[in-house]
């Protein structure tokens, strides 16, 4: 079963990621791409690309790619057909070799009803469910729908009370069909004050099955994680044991071989845990297991499907350190996290080398609304927790990228939280605390960002000017009189008035400034003897400057402001870009406060739009399959 080859049947981070291991194990890669990815970072990688006329979900058309580049074996990543038992077997009956677990394994395993009987047989505590709502009472509020295929957060929703219980039945089943072709869901009982713990585990086609500890993944939006951690601050050496054990039983029990996660629900208030289900397949956060074990989890993939025998056994792990994982989204926390699109002007992690960056953007990258809005994966390892948060937070804050709205500083707020660096981080953890969604400036640093900013319009603008650009900075005939630039920054307007002295100082403010060096991408300055450089990016008339406190985005105000398109009186806009999947008024129709009007979807998830006041539609201005910008007005309810 050796192999020279392999296509990588995925995108983004986690091609590029299989690339670099798979290429630096002397193994050639293979990547297929749609139109929306041709100039994609891991295209560019591959040593050799097919594009597919379809989409990544068009198993056959993966399978004739392999075929035609001559790979030898297909590597799924996550997500896409990654759990597809299907594509798995279609995959083996082509003669390649497949790098997951088995067909058989993932069809069981990927059907959560079935695992969890599984689970039951196993001896491995499980949570009370149902299929059937009129048991729902049994179980007791709150309740999880979940969905019975697939994962990654889509199709389950939290109901508190029976009477949200039917529209969210229909919205879960819808965003299940959506997302996995299969429209089953079931209801268990929902643990409040609640971890989610899952175990990494590693197994061979000869019957070896060790686990490499627990992640932590407690931090979640919408059900999907956030951040990552291993090992958890609250499992100690004896319940870290007996999951393992727990994770390696079931295992064995289903013959895993290769790697995958067991996931558990940890009761924070009295230690118990359950089942939830197995991801048969290369879990996002896999990096934090890698940097406290030295493991490549890849690499291990990859030599399980070539058949080798694993080459340690469990009293071989340790664990060293601490690792935290951190997703930057193009998204934004402020507006309930819905998806941002645009393109990412400026992209530089270099700046923020001390941490790890699993990216599958680079700059000049367009964020769509076609797939998940995950940009890059930050990773941090250090000897202990608190200076593993602080490393990463400081990591986040370094990095100069802009043209997108990302979660950045809301990760960065999590990490610095004082509940955080204690290890309160159940799973109600940004619903209780108090996180900052975007960043704000001091007064000072709103004056020393503002400062630099207009010092580097000054020198870019004299620099350009066909007549004066070759003259002296501080040549002048006569006196002049302060120069003035009106800046929109984070949100505050502010008037810089500046001059140029004799001496070649400015006085900016009443601050006085010294240029030490200035060109296109930056600006080296001195701001009452406060010295910093500052990296500069201007694109679509933002300008981006990287300041030793982080990124601050700026722009320059016209003279005369344009009119803009007001919203009508009683308009409810959308919250997002995105298509619309189902219009539930028509004009005249009489609603009441919190009824749903039009559902949103954008990569994958929906949004409804609800009635804010109970009135009636005087204008539908959308109808089904309609693409829609963020902000568009959708109708216009009148009292």
Not at 110 to 129: F, I, R
Not at 412 to 437: A, H, K, M, P, Q
Not at 555 to 568: K, Q, T
Request: some cysteine; charged content about 25%; hydrophobic content about 40%.
């Amino acid at each position: 079963m050796r192999f020279n080859s392999i296509l990588v049947a995925n995108r983004g981070e986690i091609a590029c990621r299989i690339m670099q291991t798979a290429q630096f194990m002397g193994i050639k890669c293979v990547a297929v791409f749609v139109d929306a990815d041709k100039d994609a970072p891991f295209v560019k990688m591959a040593d050799e690309a097919i594009k597919l006329s379809s989409s990544y979900m068009d198993g056959s058309a993966i399978i004739d790619a392999a075929k035609q580049s001559g790979a030898e074996a297909i590597h799924p990543g996550y997500g896409f057909l990654s759990e597809n038992a299907a594509f798995a077997r279609k995959v083996k009956s082509n003669k390649l070799i497949w790098i997951g677990p088995s067909p058989h394994v993932i069809k069981v395993m990927g059907d959560k009803l079935k695992a969890k009987e599984l689970a039951v047989k196993s001896g491995v505590p499980t949570l009370p469910m149902t299929s059937n709502t009129k048991d729902v009472k049994s179980i007791g509020y709150p309740i999880l729908i979940k969905a019975a295929a697939g994962g990654g957060g889509k199709g389950m929703r939290i109901v508190k009370k029976e009477s949200e219980l039917k529209d969210s039945m229909e919205s879960a089943k819808r965003e299940a069909l959506s997302g996995f072709g299969d429209d089953r869901i079931f209801i268990e009982r929902y643990v409040e004050k609640s971890r989610h713990i899952e175990i990494q585990i590693l197994g061979d086609e000869h019957g070896n099955v060790i686990h490499l500890g627990e992640r932590e993944c407690s931090i979640q939006r919408r059900h999907q994680k956030i951040i990552e951690e291993s090992p958890s601050p609250r499992i100690d050496p004896f319940l870290r044991e007996e999951m393992g054990q727990a994770a390696v039983k079931l295992a064995k029990k289903i013959k895993y071989c290769s790697a995958g996660t067991v996931e558990f629900l940890f009761d924070d208030q009295t230690d118990e845990f359950w089942f939830l289900e197995v991801n048969t397949r290369l879990q996002v956060e896999h990096p934090v297991t890698e940097e406290v074990t030295g493991i490549d989890l890849v690499a291990e993939q990859i030599k399980i499907a070539r058949g080798d025998e694993l080459e340690f056994v469990q009293d071989d792990i340790d664990w060293h350190g601490h690792a935290i994982e951190a997703r930057l989204y193009a998204e934004d926390p402020g507006n309930n996290f819905l998806p941002e699109i645009g393109t990412l002007h400026a992209y530089d992690t270099s700046l923020a080398s001390e941490v790890r960056w699993d990216s599958g953007v680079d700059e000049g990258s367009i964020i769509g609304t076609d797939f998940d809005p995950m940009l890059s994966k930050v990773i941090s390892w250090a000897p202990n927790r608190v200076d593993a948060a602080n490393k990463l937070a400081r990591g986040l804050e370094k990095a100069h990228m802009g043209g997108v709205v990302t979660n950045r500083q809301f990760l960065i707020s999590c990490l610095r939280n004082e509940s955080f660096l204690n290890g309160n981080t159940t799973t109600d953890f940004i619903e209780r605390e108090v996180l900052e969604t975007k960043k704000n400036l001091s007064a000072n640093e709103l004056h020393q960002a503002s400062t630099a900013i207009a010092l580097w319009l000054a020198q870019k603008n004299r620099l350009s000017d066909p007549v004066t650009g070759f003259m002296p900075a501080n040549w002048t005939n006569g006196r002049m009189p302060l120069q003035r630039v009106k800046l929109l920054c984070m949100q505050n307007e502010i008037e810089v008035k500046y001059k140029l002295n004799k001496d070649n100082l400015y006085t900016v403010m009443d601050s006085i400034c010294e240029i030490h060096h200035c060109d296109s991408s930056g600006i080296d300055v001195e701001i009452d003897s406060h010295r910093f450089y500052a990296q500069v990016t201007e694109a679509d008339s933002i300008i981006l400057i990287n300041m030793p406190f982080g990124d601050v985005n700026a722009s320059v105000l016209p003279r005369f402001l344009e009119p803009g398109n007001d919203i009508p009186e009683g308009g409810l806009v959308a919250p997002m870009p995105g298509k619309v999947i189902d219009v539930k008024v028509r004009k005249g129709s009489k609603v009441k406060a919190g009824d749903t009007l039009i559902i949103i979807e954008a990569m994958k998830m929906e949004h409804s739009i609800k009635a804010t006041e109970t009135g009636k539609i005087a204008k539908v201005m959308v109808r089904l399959d309609d693409q829609v910008n963020n902000g568009a007005t959708l109708l216009v309810l009148e009292k």
